[in-house]
């Protein structure tokens, strides 16, 4: 099976760049994708294909890839950014979410 | 609109089974296929298994196998995810949701509660 790994915590003022970062060895291979869920929600797709953005979401998100390791980057972050990030991987027949960091900005 | 509509909140008792529906509307149904995510309560996301809208074909976490299933009805474009022998941690709001690439809708979720 694989694996994702994020950090379970990240912290920035407002204004400040916010980066996310998720590894896995199957990040060497496939894309990854990037979803924002906030208390009550259904998670929001925020980034796909490593760094492509969907319509609607604000140019402030960001992604990246370098190997084995994927980075979501919210640059001038705002309050209403504060949520649980999750990445999230295919290969094969297999599809994970990373275990989900959680995104304070205060 | 593009939307995916659950059914309701669910309360089952332990050993039992629970059906839950996803129906789509505002895209053709087909074209994409529908995956399965629930969310224990305070957890992650944990993907459950993914079925294509367009032949059935089906893909399920490894630690699933045998008490889920997951089938598609195209003649009402609704997607259905059943689990047998329910235990208590497989209390969870089960969301299903339908992506490719810059496609990404989710459902608004189903919560099934599992107690004696």
């Known amino acids: 099976s694989y694996e994702l790994t994020q950090p379970s915590s990240v912290s920035v003022s407002p204004g400040q760049t916010a980066r996310i970062t998720c590894s896995g060895d199957v990040l060497a291979k496939k894309y990854a994708r990037w979803f924002q869920q906030k208390p009550g929600q259904a998670p929001v797709l925020v980034i796909y294909?490593?760094?492509e953005r969907p319509s609607g979401i604000p140019e402030r998100f960001s992604g990246s890839s370098s190997g084995t390791t994927v980075t979501l980057t919210i640059s001038g972050a705002q309050v209403e950014d504060e949520a649980d990030y999750y990445c999230?991987?295919?290969?094969?027949?297999?599809?994970?979410f990373g275990g989900g960091t959680k995104l304070t900005v205060l | 609109q593009v939307q995916l509509v659950q059914s309701g909140a669910e309360v089952k008792k332990p050993g039992a089974s629970v059906k839950v529906s996803c129906k789509a509307s505002?895209?053709?149904?087909?074209?994409?296929?529908i995956s399965w995510v629930r969310q224990a309560p305070g957890q992650g996301l944990e993907w459950m298994g993914w079925?294509?809208?367009?032949?059935?074909?089906?893909n399920y976490a490894q630690k699933l196998q045998g008490r889920v299933t997951m089938t598609t009805d195209t003649s009402t474009s609704t997607a259905y995810m059943e689990l047998r022998s329910l235990r208590s941690d497989d209390t969870a709001v089960y969301y299903c949701?339908?992506?490719?690439?810059?496609?990404?809708?989710w459902g608004q979720g189903t919560m099934v509660t599992v107690s004696s």
């Open positions: 294909k490593d760094s």
């Open positions: 999230y991987s295919a290969a094969d027949n297999n599809q994970v």
């Open positions: 505002g895209y053709t149904f087909t074209s994409y296929g």
């Open positions: 949701a339908s992506s490719d690439d810059a496609f990404d809708i």
């Open positions: 079925i294509s809208a367009y032949n059935g074909n089906t």
